[in-house]
């Protein structure tokens, strides 16, 4: 009886929600979340919030109400933004207050 159970021959068929997840994870391996995002760029995910009010920031695809971010896009994204080196900048030296007309007391 023992034999019966512990038997390899006779393996249960995955269940409708594995499948349902294994799929899920394909599909969505190429994807980021918010969460997900912000934590690999380093930021807040308030930062994408606000990115995502002012139109900035990496393309991203709605589903419902999940907000997801393609990896590649993020890559692109990401390009788009490199800067050449610049020059580093030198504050001129100030000498005191800026002209400022003065009435004159007459």
């Given at each position: 009886m023992l034999k019966l159970l512990t038997d390899s021959t006779h393996e249960v068929p995955p269940s409708a929600d594995t499948q349902e997840a294994s799929t899920s994870k394909l599909v969505?391996?190429?994807?980021?979340?918010?969460?997900?995002l912000?934590?690999?760029?380093?930021?807040?995910?308030?930062?994408?919030?606000?990115?995502q009010a002012l139109r900035k920031g990496p393309p991203r695809v709605?589903?419902?109400r999940?907000?997801?971010?393609?990896?590649?896009?993020?890559?692109?994204?990401?390009?788009?933004?490199?800067?050449?080196?610049?020059?580093?900048?030198r504050l001129?030296?100030?000498?005191?207050?800026p002209n400022r007309r003065r009435s004159?007391?007459?």
């Open positions: 969505l391996k190429e994807f980021l979340r918010r969460d997900e912000a934590q690999q760029l380093g930021i807040s995910p308030r930062t994408i919030l606000r990115w709605c589903v419902g999940t907000i997801l971010y393609s990896i590649q896009s993020v890559c692109d994204w990401l390009h788009s933004r490199e800067q050449e080196q610049q020059a580093p900048f001129k030296k100030s000498r005191g207050l004159r007391a007459y």
